[in-house]
C-alpha cells in the first residue's frame, strides 16, 4: 500500500482527530531547596554583617527581592528577609538530593562570582540513578567589574564594602541561567562545582529545576508541548506599512530523552512537520508566525513571532499549530506588553531595550582602532593604543614605552607632536569596507574618540582636539559612513566612544584610577605641563563635552551601535532615550553596550570567550593582535590570528549565543596591514561557503559543544549545524554528552564546501546517541579551518525542510484540505524584514 503524502496524512491525522487540541501545561519548575548547605550570608542592610566576597563586602539587603522570586515563569526560593543570615553556598563540591525517580529535563540556577575577573568557569555534576554523570560546565559572571557593567538578571545600584556602610557604586548582580539536563534515566542528586580559588569563587543562591513529562502509558502519544515564556520585546521589523512587534517565544517538548530512539526519535515523541506558532487575543494580531520543524524529546525551541496591535494590561493567547493548520495546543494568560514607541530618561524603562533582530543575526563584526597612538604604534606586549598613558605611568626606565619613547623620538617629544604625523595619506574608506564585507563581517564599529581625547569626527563647539580641526582636517567617521550608506548599505555602522579623556583639565572633578583627568606632566621633566591640543573651555566635561559627543555620534552620524567605553560619571540615561527615540523616528534599530555606564543592551567580554551558554546578549571583543587593538610594529606577521583562528573563535562564540567583534589597527597612513587583511579574507572564503552554520542561527539549547570540545551546535529553523574544529578522515563522530541529537531517518547531512554544498552522507547514530558520519575525502580536502556538516531536516514524505520553507514543497491543494498559506509561513517568517 502506498503511504500517504505527508498533506494527506496530516489532513488524514487532523480529521481523524489524532491530534487534539488542548490546553498546554504550564512549563514545569519545582525549587530545590538547598539552605541545609547554605555557608555565607552575602546581604546586609548596612554593611556591618555578612561578608560576601571575603572582603566584607555585601549585597544590600533591601535591593534584594524577599521570598519566592519568579523569572520567565521559573520559581525560585529566597530568604523572606535579607541580611538576617546565611543565604547562599559557597560552591566547594556539596551535594543536593532530588526526589527519588525524577527525571529533569533543565536546571535553573541563580548564582555570582565574587573574583576580580570578569568570569569564572565551574563545573556542575549531575548524578543519575544508573550511575552515570553528565558534566554542566558553568561559565559565570562575577557580581561587579570594571570596566564592563555587568548588568544582572537581579542587578543592584551598588553594595556596601569592608563590613561599613561604605558604599562601591558599580551595579552588582545576581544572575540566573538555566542549563538543559540529559534525561535518559532519573536523576539523583546534584554536585556542586569545586573551588580551586579561595579569590575567585562560586555562590549559588538558589536552585530550581524542571521535571521531566513521563506519560503514563508505555509509550508516548505524541510531544508533552509547554511554552516555557513569552517575551513581548521591544524589536520589530517592518511589515508592509507596519511596524510588527517581535514576541519571543520558547517552547519544550518535556518528554524524558529515553523517549528519543537513536537516529530514529519516536513520531509520537517528537514534533516532525511544519508547526506554527502564533500570538493573539488583548488586542494582539499576529502577521507572521512562528515556525518550526524539529523538537525532540528534553529539547526547547526560540521562535519570533510578528504582531500588531497590543493592550496594556490585557493577556495574549498563544496557540500552536501542526502542519495542516490543526490546532495542537494553547496556552493562554501571558501579559502583553505593547512596542514601545517612545523612550524616557528613566532606568525602568531603559532597561527593558534589547538588542535589536539584526545584531543577534549578525554574528560577526570588525572594530577599527585608529588615532593619534597608530604613529607611534608600539606596545610592550600591551595595548599600543594606550601609549600616552604608559609614557607617563610610570615616568621612569621601569616603562617600557617610556624608554622606547626616549630612544626614538627624544625626551623633546610631546605625544601631541603626533598630531602633524596622522596623515591618513593612504586610506580609503572603500578599500575598508571592501575588506570589511570580503571578511564575511556584517558590521563595523569606528573608534570615534580613544581615552587620548583625540577624536575622528567633528566636535563642533565642545573641543577642537579633533582631525577635523587639528591634523589632516578630515571627518574620517563621516567619510566611511557615507561611503558604507552608498557603496555598502548591508553592513551596519557602529562608533567607538570613550566616555573619561586621560588628560583632559576638565575631566579631573570626575576622576579616578587610570583616568584621573588634569594635564599631563612632561613625562621626562614632570615639572613642565604637556598641551592639550585644541583644548576649548567648558563649564563641566559630563555637560558640555562628553553628552553632546555622544548626542552628535546618534543624531548627526547615525550610528546603529554605541560602543562606549570604560564608564564612569555619565549622562547616558538622557543620551539613552535621545539615541533610542531619534533611531525609531527614522526607521531604524539601535543599541548600546554595556560600558556606557547604564542601562546596556549587551555584555563585551575583552580578550576572553565564555566557555559555555550564555542565554543574555554578549560579545567578545578583541585584536587581530595577541596583545593589542592599536597597531603595534613590534608584533610579527605570524603573531596575528589566522583563518583558523578567527573561523573558530567565531563558531565558539555563536554557538554560545555570542556575536564576535574582531579589532583591526590601521597604520597612521590608513593601511589595513596584509598580514591582518589577508588572514581577514581568508576567514572570509570560509564564511562565504559555511556562513549557514553562522549568520542567522541560534544556539542548541541542550548542547553548545562535544565534551571534548572537538565539535560545536547551531541551529536554525530548518537545519542542524555540526562544526568539527579537527579535520575529519573517514568517519565524523559527534557526541553531544548525552543530549539528544535532533536528527531523524530521512535527514541529509551535507558538508558546506567551496564547491557547494557537498553530496548527501551516510550517517548513523548509536549507542549512548552519538553519531557517526562518513566523509567524503574529497570534500574534506576542499576545505580548511573547520568543517560545517548541515543537517537538513526532512518533513514526513522526505521532502527536505529547506524547500518546504520556500513555499514550492508542499501540496497544498484543496483536496487535502491544507491552508493554502502554510506552506509559505516559513518563508514569511525567514523574510520578513529580518534579512542581515
Do not use: C
Given at each position: 500500500m502506498k503511504p500517504l503524502s505527508f498533506p494527506l496524512l496530516a489532513a488524514a491525522h487532523a480529521f481523524l482527530g489524532l491530534v487534539a487540541a488542548q490546553s498546554l501545561p504550564a512549563f514545569p519548575s519545582a525549587q530545590l531547596d538547598i539552605s541545609s548547605v547554605f555557608n555565607n550570608q552575602a546581604a546586609s542592610e548596612d554593611g556591618s554583617s555578612g561578608d560576601f566576597d571575603g572582603l566584607g563586602g555585601t549585597f544590600v539587603?533591601?535591593?534584594?527581592?524577599?521570598?519566592?522570586?519568579?523569572?520567565?515563569?521559573?520559581?525560585?526560593?529566597?530568604?523572606?528577609?535579607?541580611?538576617?543570615?546565611?543565604?547562599?553556598?559557597?560552591?566547594?563540591?556539596?551535594?543536593?538530593?532530588?526526589?527519588?525517580?525524577?527525571?529533569?529535563?533543565?536546571?535553573?540556577?541563580?548564582?555570582?562570582?565574587?573574583?576580580?575577573?570578569?568570569?569564572?568557569?565551574?563545573?556542575?555534576?549531575?548524578?543519575?540513578?544508573?550511575?552515570?554523570?553528565?558534566?554542566?560546565?558553568?561559565?559565570?559572571?562575577?557580581?561587579?567589574?570594571?570596566?564592563?557593567?555587568?548588568?544582572?538578571?537581579?542587578?543592584?545600584?551598588?553594595?556596601?564594602?569592608?563590613?561599613?556602610?561604605?558604599?562601591?557604586?558599580?551595579?552588582?548582580?545576581?544572575?540566573?541561567?538555566?542549563?538543559?539536563?540529559?534525561?535518559q534515566s532519573p536523576l539523583e542528586n546534584i554536585t556542586f562545582p569545586e573551588t580551586a580559588d579561595a579569590t575567585d569563587r562560586v555562590h549559588i543562591f538558589a536552585?530550581?529545576?524542571?521535571?521531566?513529562?513521563?506519560?503514563?502509558?508505555?509509550?508516548?502519544?505524541?510531544?508533552?508541548?509547554?511554552?516555557?515564556?513569552?517575551?513581548?520585546?521591544?524589536?520589530?521589523?517592518?511589515?508592509?506599512?507596519?511596524?510588527?512587534?517581535?514576541?519571543?517565544?520558547?517552547?519544550?517538548?518535556?518528554?524524558?530523552?529515553?523517549?528519543?530512539?537513536?537516529?530514529?526519535?519516536?513520531?509520537?515523541?517528537?514534533?516532525?512537520?511544519?508547526?506554527?506558532?502564533?500570538?493573539s487575543g488583548g488586542g494582539v494580531t499576529t502577521v507572521a508566525p512562528g515556525v518550526f520543524y524539529r523538537l525532540?524529546?528534553?529539547?526547547?525551541?526560540?521562535?519570533?513571532?510578528?504582531?500588531?496591535?497590543?493592550?496594556?494590561?490585557?493577556?495574549?493567547?498563544?496557540?500552536?499549530?501542526?502542519?495542516?493548520?490543526?490546532?495542537?495546543?494553547?496556552?493562554?494568560?501571558?501579559?502583553?506588553?505593547?512596542?514601545?514607541?517612545?523612550?524616557?530618561?528613566?532606568?525602568?524603562?531603559?532597561?527593558?531595550?534589547?538588542?535589536?533582530?539584526?545584531?543577534?543575526?549578525?554574528?560577526?563584526?570588525?572594530?577599527?582602532?585608529?588615532?593619534?597612538?597608530?604613529?607611534?604604534?608600539?606596545?610592550?606586549?600591551?595595548?599600543?593604543?594606550?601609549?600616552?598613558?604608559?609614557?607617563?605611568?610610570?615616568?621612569?626606565?621601569?616603562?617600557?614605552?617610556?624608554?622606547?619613547?626616549?630612544?626614538?623620538?627624544?625626551?623633546?617629544?610631546?605625544?601631541?607632536?603626533?598630531?602633524?604625523?596622522?596623515?591618513?595619506?593612504?586610506?580609503s574608506p572603500t578599500e575598508?569596507?571592501?575588506?570589511?564585507?570580503?571578511?564575511?563581517?556584517?558590521?563595523?564599529?569606528?573608534?570615534?574618540?580613544?581615552?587620548?581625547?583625540?577624536?575622528?569626527?567633528?566636535?563642533?563647539?565642545?573641543?577642537?582636539?579633533?582631525?577635523?580641526?587639528?591634523?589632516?582636517?578630515?571627518?574620517?567617521?563621516?567619510?566611511?559612513?557615507?561611503?558604507?550608506?552608498?557603496?555598502?548599505?548591508?553592513?551596519?555602522?557602529?562608533?567607538?566612544?570613550?566616555?573619561?579623556?586621560?588628560?583632559?583639565?576638565?575631566?579631573?572633578?570626575?576622576?579616578?584610577?587610570?583616568?584621573?583627568?588634569?594635564?599631563?606632566?612632561?613625562?621626562?621633566?614632570?615639572?613642565?605641563?604637556?598641551?592639550?591640543?585644541?583644548l576649548i573651555n567648558v563649564t563641566d566635561f559630563i555637560t558640555d563635552l562628553q553628552f553632546p559627543q555622544m548626542l552628535s555620534l546618534a543624531q548627526n552620524y547615525d550610528t546603529e551601535i554605541m560602543w562606549c567605553d570604560i564608564g564612569g560619571p555619565n549622562m547616558t540615561l538622557e543620551f539613552a532615550a535621545a539615541y533610542y527615540n531619534h533611531a525609531w523616528e527614522n526607521g531604524y534599530q539601535v543599541t548600546m553596550n554595556d560600558r556606557c555606564g547604564n542601562v546596556p543592551d549587551y555584555s563585551t567580554p575583552e580578550y576572553t570567550v565564555f566557555g559555555s551558554l550564555q542565554t543574555t546578549s554578549w560579545e567578545t571583543n578583541e585584536g587581530m593582535d595577541p596583545d593589542s587593538y592599536g597597531i603595534n610594529n613590534q608584533t610579527t606577521p605570524d603573531e596575528y590570528k589566522n583563518g583558523t583562528t578567527i573561523v573558530q573563535t567565531l563558531v565558539d562564540v555563536v554557538s554560545k549565543n555570542g556575536n564576535y567583534l574582531l579589532d583591526v589597527g590601521p597604520t597612521a597612513e590608513g593601511v589595513i596591514i596584509p598580514a591582518m587583511a589577508d588572514n581577514l579574507r581568508d576567514a572570509g572564503r570560509w564564511l562565504s561557503y559555511s556562513g549557514a552554520c553562522v549568520y542567522n542561527t541560534s544556539y542548541w539549547p541542550q548542547a553548545q559543544q562535544s565534551p571534548d570540545g572537538s565539535v560545536r551546535f547551531l541551529t536554525t529553523p530548518t537545519t542542524f549545524c555540526i562544526v568539527a574544529f579537527d579535520k575529519p578522515s573517514g568517519t565524523l563522530t559527534v557526541d553531544a554528552g548525552g543530549a539528544v541529537l535532533p536528527v531523524l531517518q530521512g535527514d541529509e547531512v551535507r558538508l558546506l564546501g567551496p564547491s557547494g554544498n557537498g553530496t548527501a552522507l551516510r550517517w548513523s547514530v548509536g549507542e549512548g546517541g552519538v553519531m557517526s558520519v562518513e566523509v567524503d575525502a574529497g570534500e574534506v580536502d576542499e576545505?580548511?579551518?573547520?568543517?560545517?556538516?548541515?543537517?537538513?531536516?526532512?518533513?514526513?514524505?522526505?521532502?527536505?525542510?529547506?524547500?518546504?520553507?520556500?513555499?514550492?514543497?508542499?501540496?497544498?491543494?484543496?483536496?487535502?484540505?491544507?491552508?493554502?498559506?502554510?506552506?509559505?509561513?516559513?518563508?514569511?517568517v525567514l523574510s520578513a524584514g529580518q534579512s542581515i
Open positions: 539587603a533591601s535591593l534584594l527581592p524577599p521570598g519566592t522570586w519568579e523569572y520567565q515563569g521559573i520559581k525560585y526560593a529566597f530568604p523572606a528577609t535579607w541580611g538576617k543570615g546565611e543565604d547562599n553556598v559557597i560552591a566547594n563540591g556539596q551535594t543536593v538530593k532530588l526526589p527519588n525517580e525524577t527525571y529533569v529535563t533543565e536546571l535553573h540556577i541563580v548564582y555570582s562570582g565574587d573574583g576580580p575577573d570578569s568570569d569564572f568557569s565551574a563545573n556542575f555534576t549531575i548524578n543519575y540513578k544508573d550511575d552515570s554523570t553528565t558534566i554542566l560546565p558553568l561559565t559565570g559572571l562575577e557580581w561587579f567589574q570594571f570596566p564592563e557593567m555587568n548588568w544582572g538578571t537581579i542587578p543592584t545600584r551598588y553594595h556596601h564594602v569592608n563590613y561599613s556602610s561604605a558604599i562601591n557604586w558599580n551595579v552588582s548582580s545576581l544572575y540566573q541561567l538555566s542549563i538543559g539536563i540529559p534525561s536552585l530550581s529545576y524542571t521535571p521531566a513529562v513521563v506519560p503514563t502509558t508505555a509509550k508516548p502519544t505524541g510531544p508533552e508541548l509547554a511554552v516555557k515564556s513569552v517575551e513581548f520585546s521591544t524589536r520589530w521589523e517592518q511589515v508592509g506599512s507596519s511596524r510588527a512587534q517581535t514576541v519571543a517565544v520558547a517552547l519544550a517538548n518535556l518528554l524524558p530523552a529515553k523517549y528519543a530512539t537513536a537516529g530514529n526519535a519516536s513520531t509520537n515523541a517528537t514534533v516532525n512537520e511544519a508547526y506554527t506558532v502564533e500570538v525532540v524529546p528534553t529539547d526547547q525551541v526560540n521562535l519570533d513571532v510578528l504582531v500588531t496591535g497590543g493592550d496594556n494590561g490585557q493577556t495574549a493567547t498563544v496557540t500552536v499549530k501542526n502542519a495542516a493548520g490543526a490546532v495542537v495546543g494553547t496556552s493562554a494568560g501571558w501579559p502583553v506588553t505593547p512596542l514601545r514607541t517612545s523612550w524616557t530618561p528613566e532606568v525602568d524603562a531603559l532597561t527593558t531595550h534589547e538588542t535589536p533582530t539584526w545584531w543577534r543575526k549578525a554574528k560577526y563584526g570588525i572594530f577599527i582602532h585608529w588615532g593619534l597612538y597608530s604613529v607611534p604604534a608600539y606596545g610592550h606586549n600591551s595595548y599600543a593604543e594606550w601609549y600616552d598613558w604608559a609614557l607617563h605611568n610610570p615616568n621612569s626606565s621601569q616603562s617600557p614605552t617610556w624608554v622606547h619613547h626616549k630612544e626614538v623620538y627624544g625626551e623633546n617629544v610631546v605625544y601631541d607632536d603626533f598630531i602633524a604625523n596622522f596623515t591618513a595619506g593612504l586610506w575598508w569596507l571592501q575588506l570589511i564585507e570580503d571578511a564575511g563581517a556584517k558590521y563595523f564599529v569606528q573608534v570615534t574618540k580613544h581615552h587620548d581625547g583625540y577624536a575622528l569626527f567633528d566636535t563642533g563647539n565642545t573641543s577642537h582636539r579633533s582631525s577635523v580641526y587639528l591634523g589632516p582636517k578630515r571627518d574620517f567617521v563621516k567619510e566611511l559612513f557615507d561611503a558604507a550608506k552608498a557603496g555598502f548599505p548591508e553592513l551596519h555602522r557602529g562608533t567607538y566612544f570613550s566616555l573619561p579623556e586621560w588628560f583632559n583639565p576638565f575631566y579631573a572633578p570626575y576622576g579616578f584610577e587610570s583616568w584621573p583627568g588634569g594635564l599631563a606632566h612632561n613625562a621626562y621633566n614632570w615639572s613642565e605641563i604637556e598641551p592639550y591640543t585644541g576545505v580548511e579551518y573547520a568543517w560545517a556538516f548541515e543537517v537538513r531536516y526532512a518533513v514526513a514524505n522526505g521532502t527536505s525542510s529547506e524547500a518546504v520553507a520556500s513555499g514550492v514543497a508542499v501540496d497544498v491543494g484543496a483536496e487535502a484540505g491544507y491552508p493554502a498559506e502554510v506552506g509559505h509561513v516559513a518563508q514569511q
